[in-house]
């Protein structure tokens, strides 16, 4: 009986701290996706996707047409939006719903057109680049200094089989140094066959982690967040970050799409060498709607992960990275 009235109080005080964190009690705890592509669809290549569906990556043959190394047999694929509208209601429903801010780049009229559906401060614009021969610095450092962008990337120069320390960027970055602008570098694998199918400069060993610290070298007061946590490469990305304290990670693109036990593992890694604190949750989203709940499920289940680490992931450690004001996005 005793027993009993003291769990019968423990669940109601349990509860009035549960509310106590959060005025409406409905409300889904807050989520930032620091990676998200803003683009206009191309219904030639609106395909559905398994996800987790490197997890067989079969080798192809020089003389036989290039593979598409995208599994879609799966008992639930995800489908793929089929029109910008589609898209962009799908997205605003789920932010909505989950409470949603989002870090995204690519065509600047998509991001507004978001911005103006959104709530007021849950799309914050970012601009990449992968190479010098898309705009001028002159240029970049304009769009950076106009108030409309906030962040600096992806900037991809894996993609033209350059270093991120190659110095032919390094004006960009001194750029974004200069005004306090954050940096999203991509660093890691392009996907099973990249270098075959449609990035032939694309090199892998340009997405290691180690390859930034000329770069973080030449500009102390930047601070970076290496796009897909630098995978497969989980030992160079422990080493940099350990040396680098302003140096972040997130796990878009892998998180959905390698072997999900092989996902979990690479995660767990960077937990256990202590950065827990500067993983950062994001999906890599492009076409997909349902590809944000698919991921926001791989950290929610991540048994090895506790309350307090999966809302740093998913919320406080983009907070602080990009030095946003918590109290307007709860």
């Known amino acids: 009986m005793r027993l009993s009235l003291f769990l019968i109080v423990l669940f109601f005080f349990s509860g009035v701290i549960a509310r106590s964190q959060d005025s409406s009690p409905n409300k889904h705890l807050p989520i930032i996706d620091v990676h998200v592509h803003a683009m206009k669809l191309n219904p030639a290549f609106a395909n559905d996707l398994c996800p987790w569906f490197l997890s067989s990556m079969p080798g192809g043959d020089p003389n036989q047409p290039a593979p598409i190394f995208i599994n879609t047999d799966c008992a639930m694929p995800l489908k793929a939006a089929k029109s910008d509208k589609e898209f962009q209601d799908s997205l605003m429903a789920t932010m909505k719903r989950l409470n949603m801010t989002i870090i995204a780049s690519g065509d600047a009229s998509v991001i507004r057109s978001w911005q103006k559906a959104a709530a007021p401060g849950r799309v914050i614009p970012s601009i990449g680049i992968s190479s010098s021969k898309e705009m001028t610095v002159v240029a970049f450092t304009d769009s950076l200094s106009s108030g409309f962008y906030k962040v600096m990337g992806e900037t991809a120069p894996q993609y033209q089989g350059m270093s991120p320390s190659d110095t032919s960027l390094d004006a960009y970055f001194a750029a974004a140094e200069k005004l306090n602008i954050p940096v999203g570098i ?145």
């Open 186 to 330: 991509h660093m890691g694998t392009g996907g099973n066959g990249t270098i075959n199918i449609t990035n032939p400069k694309y090199r892998a060993s340009m997405g290691n982690p180690l390859l930034l610290e000329d770069l973080l070298a030449r500009h102390p007061k930047l601070k970076v967040w290496v796009m897909h946590a630098g995978y497969p490469m989980v030992d160079e990305m422990i080493a940099l970050m350990g040396a680098n304290a302003y140096v972040y990670v997130d796990v878009a693109g892998m998180i959905w799409s390698y072997p999900l036990a092989e996902v979990n593992d690479y995660i767990k890694r960077l937990v256990q060498a202590g950065f827990g604190k500067r993983i950062m949750y994001g999906t890599d989203l492009m076409i997909w709607p349902k590809l944000l709940e698919t991921s926001i499920g791989v950290i929610e289940n991540a048994n090895y992960l506790s309350f307090d680490q999966k809302r740093d992931i998913f919320f406080n450690n983009a907070v602080r990275f990009f030095r946003l004001d918590e109290t307007k996005y709860k």
